[in-house]
């Protein structure tokens, strides 16, 4: 696959990091924190949520222990994706510390979606992978950038990763041959809204729906 077809794969990606990495480089902006802290944040750390959480944390002087801790819980979900990329990645030469590294939400989507070739399964997973990281942090720099030029109303703009993501996970419900995990994982999502508390709602549902899947998943691919 040419590296134009795989950039088509990635434009999803890029109309909803781009503007959302604007709204973190102009948040930064706001609160005077430098534009560089920007780029360095979205290179070393990359983790759009996270990297938003840090800033009102850092707004709120919590100390490193309360950052690390809020962080860890935040993103614990992403053990979930890397447990179900493991036997993908197994076999990829030094290339997998990345692509563990920049398996985001909506990575992970499209990594899922797409049906590679083994032979060409590294490459194009990291090229996936480093596109998407470059989209944010051009958003980034961008919105820090504009923050300390212009006035910016940003509101709202933290939708569009949401979106995004609903959008990437359609695809994938429709690329799959089994529908049923999916049934199942959204039942336990919408079960979890209306009785797990709401700041835990996210990763005990995760788990439920991991060890209800895990427990089945000899009869749903019987069922395929």
């Given at each position: ?188 999502g919408f079960i979890g809204m209306l009785t797990f508390p709401s700041d835990k709602m996210l990763i005990l549902s995760l788990g439920l729906a991991m060890f209800t899947l895990i427990l089945f998943k000899k009869a749903l691919e019987n069922e395929s």
């Amino acid at each position: 696959m040419k590296f134009f077809s795989i950039f088509k794969i990635t434009i999803p990606v890029l109309m909803g990091y781009v503007p959302l990495g604007m709204a973190f480089g102009l948040l930064l902006s706001k609160l005077l924190i430098p534009w560089y802290y920007a780029f360095f944040m979205s290179i070393f750390i990359f983790a759009g949520s996270a990297q938003f959480l840090a800033l009102v944390l850092f707004a709120s002087q919590a100390t490193v222990l309360e950052v690390g801790i809020a962080t860890f819980l935040l993103n614990l979900r992403h053990m979930f994706y890397g447990l179900s990329m493991v036997s993908v990645f197994k076999d990829f030469s030094w290339k997998k510390h990345y692509l563990i590294f920049g398996l985001t939400d909506e990575t992970f989507a499209l990594l899922k979606t797409r049906d590679v070739g083994e032979k060409e399964r590294e490459r194009i997973y990291l090229i996936i992978t480093a596109l998407n990281q470059s989209y944010w942090v051009i958003g980034s720099v961008i919105g820090a950038l504009l923050g300390n030029i212009l006035p910016f109303n940003y509101k709202g703009l933290e939708f569009s990763l949401t979106a995004l993501f609903v959008v990437l996970s359609i695809d994938l419900y429709k690329k799959s041959k089994l529908h049923k995990p999916f049934m199942i994982a959204a039942a336990i999502g919408f079960i979890g809204m209306l009785t797990f508390p709401s700041d835990k709602m996210l990763i005990l549902s995760l788990g439920l729906a991991m060890f209800t899947l895990i427990l089945f998943k000899k009869a749903l691919e019987n069922e395929s």
